[in-house]
């Protein structure tokens, strides 16, 4: 899209790891990847297997933003498919971890014995950068915010033509932080919530770093954003188990592969 709008598309809203079969046909089984496409700026929000879907334009700007690098969130990279245009500029953007960098710890993975070679060795122009708390993908001005999740991982606001996004993925909810989303996802057009687990589901998983659906409505209403979809879905989720919540709370949307929204 060139017209002006902020076109956001799901390509992979699975958590963990993928699944695939029949029941889970309507809602996908590929793992965290959304595309944003903002003028000639084209973002990637994660690299899981959602990103092998991928059709980059041809003369857009690629940037990668990761939320953290656990393997739901990086395992796609390898196939991205603008890794094999020679030449492609593509900017991967990764906080330090444990005091290892970003491109350290993609290299550490996707390096022999693990995999055949380092991105960096695939045809396209591969740069890696440090994250800061804001900074600017060419006329995006993109503004972060520590999640809580084991490891740590960032959630990213993305800003254009009077429009925004929250990509608020691997967030486990407590009060601080909850008051801390809410600030920082105020009157958005749009937030991505990570609402992996039921309330029940959530009582006994409590530390493994994500959400439940009812709470980001919570979130989604103080904060008055304009719309909310739950990503990182549970791989024991199945299509009907969607559609019985959605039918349950109408006000509770869950992000589907493939789909996309203009803002």
């Known amino acids: ?27 996908g089984g590929a793992t965290s990847c959304v595309r944003v496409l903002a003028g000639n700026e084209e973002i990637y929000l994660d690299a899981g297997s959602g990103i092998v879907q991928a059709r980059p334009e041809q003369d857009t700007h690629i940037t990668v933003l990761f939320s953290h690098l656990h393997l739901d969130h990086v395992q796609g990279l390898p196939f991205f498919p603008a890794l094999a245009q020679a030449g492609r500029p593509i900017a991967l953007y990764a906080a330090d971890r444990e005091g290892i960098s970003g491109q350290e710890a993609i290299d550490r993975l996707f390096s022999p014995p693990l995999w055949p070679c380092r991105i960096s060795d695939y045809p396209a122009e591969v740069s890696f950068h440090p994250l800061q708390s804001r900074f600017s993908i060419g006329s995006v001005p993109v503004t972060t915010m520590p999640s809580f999740h084991p490891g740590g991982a960032t959630i990213y606001r993305l800003a254009y033509q009077g429009k925004s996004l929250v990509y608020a993925t691997d967030f486990e909810h407590t009060g601080e932080k909850i008051q801390e989303l809410i600030r920082f996802a105020q009157d958005a057009d749009l937030l991505i919530y990570d609402g992996q687990y039921t309330q029940e589901e959530y009582e006994k998983r409590k530390g493994y770093g994500h959400s439940t659906a009812s709470v980001g409505g919570e979130i989604a209403a103080a904060a008055r954003v304009k719309q909310f ?23 509770i949307t869950y992000a589907k592969d493939g789909e996309e929204i203009l803002l």
């Open 229 to 251: 979809f739950i990503t990182h879905h549970d791989p024991r989720h199945t299509d009907d188990w969607f559609m019985q919540m959605e039918r349950q709370n109408p006000q």
């Open 1 to 27: 899209m060139r017209d002006g709008n902020l076109s956001v598309t799901f390509l992979g809203t699975r958590g963990s790891v993928p699944v695939n079969g029949k029941e889970y046909e309507r809602y």
